[in-house]
């Protein structure tokens, strides 16, 4: 049973920065490929982005293609996610998963989530 903690969220302007962290505990962390995913109030939840286990293969939603970056450290077991260039569409409360596979599938559930991190873009 992997444990996942989200942190780094918060309140910022738009064009700002934020790093949110993902702590995972139970289980081995390279094994997992790992993805962030968001929902905005009123909205379903969407896929932002994902890493294989190595960190070789990232995968990215288009609006935060070139702002975002969603990095990974194996002896950590933390995943992150850079957000730059923020915007207001951004708001959302933030959630980081993984997938029991090494490399990232579109097809493969993720298997165990955070309780996420609410991320506010002030405009």
């Known amino acids: 049973q992997v444990q996942l903690v989200e942190s780094g969220g918060g309140l910022v302007q738009a064009g700002g920065s934020l790093r949110l962290s993902c702590a995972a505990s139970g289980g081995t962390f390279s094994n997992y490929a790992m993805g962030w995913f968001r929902q905005a109030p009123g909205k379903e939840r969407e896929f932002v982005a994902a890493?294989?286990?190595?960190?070789?293969?990232?995968y990215y939603r288009d609006p935060v293609k070139g702002r975002f970056t969603i990095s990974r450290d194996n002896p950590k077991n933390t995943v992150y996610l850079q957000m730059n260039s923020l915007k207001p569409e951004d708001t959302a409360v933030y959630y980081c998963?993984?997938?029991?596979?090494?490399?990232?599938?579109?097809?493969?559930?993720?298997?165990?989530w955070g309780q996420g991190t609410q991320v506010t873009v002030s405009s």
């Open positions: 998963a993984a997938q029991n596979k090494l490399a990232y599938s579109d097809y493969a559930p993720f298997d165990y």
């Open positions: 890493i294989s286990w190595s960190g070789g293969g990232t």
